[in-house]
């Protein structure tokens, strides 16, 4: 997977053109009006909280959503196993924390 | 694996210089995987925490500890220290080596900025507010998940700090470039575990 | 080992114009890099533990052999469970199986060495210190006494009092750290390594079942990391994770460790599933029955193993409807497990069965490990689980698993490569008086130890009073328990008198190979492979010879191979870890000596373990490795 990567960027390697930086100056702003929204639900207050831990759940798996898509290059191609094993990792991840949220105390 | 430290032919570095070697791709793609299992850690601590949260034992409670500026500043600087970190590979993929150290110097410099407000902020909590290691259940919890984090952001700056060096010495090279892809990739995830620990730690905190 | 060194010796600047050094002797095995040897020091070091984790075995079975036995106290029976199952599993068990894999995978899949060669010694080291630390705690003070699984409270400060507990939670860190290595080091190697032609369902089965048992490591290992760490700052630290007084929860210890426990288990069985799968063919004269159903059988076991970790807690409360969620999720695991067991089966149906000494511990795992798998099917019922819980029965389970299943598939697999490791046969003759006394032994010992659990005889207890019908149950356990013994030994002295005889092995010694690793010298060059084969289809060598080819079509020229070189450095970062973890120990302790508790409470020597660990990897950061080449001349020689 790597290889084929590897070997169709070298046929474009002297047409290439690098990426610029508008794209990751959007994701920038965009994680920070999303970081903003998440700070200033809890600053204002009076916000129910079941709906405040939506809100703030959404925002976070937006903003990570974002960053390793484009900072982190996930969605560029020849990433499918990262990908696989950053899910495989996730929800792994996800188990224990369901472990935590239901099973550890009760009546 | 013949061909494997063979420099370019003409001098000049490939597009993607981290990808060039299959050392280099072997290194990218393993430290994905690594990231698939740090993903495991983390989950497993913020389980901890989350089963524990509202255990303070008669100590200070989140909602009574935490202030929010505070946060909002360490989460500003390490957002933007990614967003330089970004900037450093574009400027590598350029083959542009000064910006790319200075890039990187930037990264270190916002590190180091998060690294003193956490270690401020810990301080704080133990020096004022009663709220070490042993306090309660939650706080060790709290200091063990946010503790692992600064931890990491510690050893990402010597990291850097180490590439930077190498960089002046060695200069760009597909030995050199791969390291310092990799670095930036856990830098980034570095981040993204901030992003849960501002939503999960601290502003859910206030919200109770 | 011995001929790649004599036609290697050369001094000559190779490549970059490095010149090579080359070590010998006990440096050589210190520095190396090469897959070959690091299999060959895995099987060392885990046939070490393997021995010592028997002896305590065996010391387990004189206590229990009448009742009301004054063998052993309490506190080192204890010490001796704890000990036996932590040591057999981590640090027996686990590294046969990562000799096995360093042995074989490069081989299997056509590449010259792993992905990381130098991680793979890192791996070797951290794992080697982790165990050295955890079997000083005979010596310093106390073993760890709490079982391997450290229940808390059990293995808190209140009730686990000497050092044992904590010698259990950073040994296991160090060691599980070089798991860690290893399995990352795997998955890279099998994604991008494999030859050309050899696309993923064109691989071996031992190579997926490395593959997803590496993947297994990755998301399991972690889990622990954390559980030991938050044990770890409990005990020195104050810390109130599991500590009721301080808000803390017990059951979220027993979450964590099953989180990774239940997986690890898969992490232990399904290598010896590839095994079997590798064996079972060549000795059938057949491919494998259904490969593409082995592989899907594979990956989902897996992933269920992630999901049923909560079986081992039905008694701790949960309720009824996690008990059902676990119990149904645990039981569907029967199906890919059976999806194998037919697949195996039906490999030998029709086939030409060799029964070698290979084969024999093959045909003796299917039973064996059906039977294992049958009464894990009972206990995932939670209901019956109320009744067998501790008690024999579960631990009569385990072993059926655990040394019915991997146990009989590692000897199967030593046997089967060990012409290609060493280059020797081993003697067909010894080897099937090993597996006739260690299955007969084994089934003595565990059989009769599901009607003991029925009977209500609870597990981890150092003795029983008498007339409750445990007597003669106990005697034949302990007898057979001796019997295993011998079936060890004899194997040892094969190897042993093996070892003294000429290394003649053919490249291809049980004549019907079918995978790459055949088609090379036994034992292979330091390069593996003087050309990377093509591969044309699954059982690649076997496809070759049906089409009367005696030999792989190379998918290269001869040219020069590039080879890493050979390093002290993993070594240092192990022995570093050593040292601040032992530091860190005591680091609470009070020492008659004023210079030791300066040096321990003040951390220091916490300190001096990180900077030579952190030291070396700075100087393997620094210096690049540039290797050494083998010039196509010096492969033409051989």
Redo the contacts between chains.
Sequence with gaps: ??TEQHSQEGVVKHRHRHEGPQKHIVVFIFSIVLTLIAFAAVAAGGVNPAFAVVLLLVMAVLQVFVQMGFWMHLKDRGHL?PII?MI??F??AG??II??L?????D | ?????AEPANGTLPHEPEKAT?EG??KV??FW??L???A??FG??F??FL??RN???EGPSANELFHLPLVAAATFILLVSSLTSVFAIQAMHRGRVAQLRNWLLLTVLLGLGFLGLEIYEFAEYIRHENFG?????????FY?LVGFHGAHVAFGILWIA?LIG?LAR?GLTV?TAP?IYVSAMYWHFIDVVWVFIFTVVYLLGKVG | MAQAAHSLNSSKPL??GHSVKRHTGLMDWITTVDHKKIAILYLWAGGLFFGIGGLEAILIRIQLIKPMNAFLDAQTFNELITMHGTTMIFLGVMPIIFALMNAVIPLQIGA??V??PFLNALGFWTFLFGGILLNLSWIMGGAPDAGWTAYVPLSSTTYSNTHGVDFYTIGLQIAGLGT?IGG??F??TI??MRAPGMSFMRMPMFAWTTFITS?II??????V???L??LT??RI?????F?VA????P??WQ??FW?FGHPEVYILILPAFGIISEVIPTFSRKRLFGYSSMVFATILIAFLG??VW?HHMFTT???PV?NALFSVSTMLIAVPTGIKIFNWLFTMWGGQVRFTTPNLFAAGFIPTFTMGGVTGVMLASAPADFQFHDTYFVVAHFHYVIVGGLVLGLFAGLHYWWPKMFGRMLSEKLGKWTFWTFIIGFHMTFFVQHFLGLMGMQRRVFTYLPNQQFDLLNLVSTIGAGLMGVGTILFLLNAFLTSRRPADAADDPWEDGRTLEWTIPSPPPEYNFKQTPLVRGIDAFWKEKTAGHKGMTPAEPV????MPSATVLPFTMSVGIFIAGLGFMFSRDEFGNAFMSFLFNNYIVTAIGLVITFGSM?LR??Y?D??WHIEPEELEGR
């Design positions: 997977m790597a196993i094993f495989g990792g929800f792994v188990t224990s472990m935590a239901y099973w550890v105390w009760w | 694996m013949t061909t494997a430290h299959l791709r072997n793609l393993a995987l690594f698939g299992g740090e495991v850690l497993t601590l389980a901890t089963a524990l255990q303070t034992n290691m042993t306090t309660s259940a939650f706080s060790s919890a063990t180490v190498q060695k030995v390291k | 490549g970059h010259r060495d992905a990381f860690l990352i080091n998955l890279a994604i991008t993947a990755l998301f399991a290992f972690p889990a990391t954390v559980g760490v938050l700052f409990d630290l104050g810390a109130n994770f500590d301080g808000g803390g929860n059951v979220l979450h964590i989180i992630f999901m909560a409360g949960l309720g996690a040219g020069s191979i590039h700075l950061s620094l690049d540039h290797g």
